[in-house]
C-alpha cells in the first residue's frame, strides 16, 4: 500500500507562486507509478489539474493551469511536486496528490488512481 504525503499548502497573494511537494512511501516502487494533481474547490467537485507518467516525460495539464503550473518528479526521493506560478483567486481549493500503476500514462481521470494524500490547502487572496 503506498502512502502519500502532502506539503507546501497555505495562504498566498494572486500573482505569486506556490510549490507543492507529494512524498510517496511503502508498496510499490515509485517508477512503477504515473502521479497526479487534482483540487477541489468548495461547493464543487474535485477536478484534474496536472499528471505525469512514471518518467516524467510525459505530462498532461488542465487547460485552466496550463502555461502556469508544472508537475515534476524526483524518482530519487520518491516525491513529485506541482510548480504554480501566477496564482489567482480561482485556483483556491483543497490540492490533492494521487498515484495511480498505470505507469506509462499521465492520466486527467481520477478513476485511473489508487492512492490519495490527505489534500492540502491552497487559498489564493486578491
Known amino acids: 500500500q503506498v502512502q502519500l504525503v502532502e506539503f507546501g499548502g497555505g495562504l498566498v497573494q494572486a500573482g505569486v507562486s506556490l510549490t507543492l511537494s507529494c512524498v510517496a512511501s511503502?508498496?510499490?516502487?515509485?517508477?512503477?507509478?504515473?502521479v497526479g494533481w487534482f483540487r477541489q474547490a468548495p461547493g464543487q467537485e474535485r477536478e484534474f489539474v496536472a499528471s505525469?507518467?512514471?518518467?516524467?516525460?510525459?505530462?498532461k495539464y488542465a487547460d485552466s493551469v496550463k502555461g502556469r503550473f508544472a508537475i515534476s518528479r524526483d524518482n530519487a526521493k520518491n516525491t513529485f511536486y506541482l510548480s504554480m506560478n501566477s496564482l489567482k483567486q480561482e485556483d483556491t481549493g483543497v490540492y490533492y496528490c494521487?498515484?495511480?500503476?498505470?505507469?506509462?500514462?499521465?492520466?486527467?481521470?481520477?478513476?485511473?488512481?489508487?492512492?490519495w494524500g490527505q489534500g492540502t490547502q491552497v487559498t489564493v487572496s486578491s
Open positions: 505525469a507518467s512514471w518518467s516524467g516525460l510525459t505530462t
Open positions: 511503502g508498496g510499490d516502487a515509485f517508477t512503477e507509478l504515473s
Open positions: 494521487g498515484a495511480s500503476t498505470h505507469r506509462y500514462i499521465a492520466s486527467h481521470y481520477d478513476t485511473d488512481y489508487s492512492y
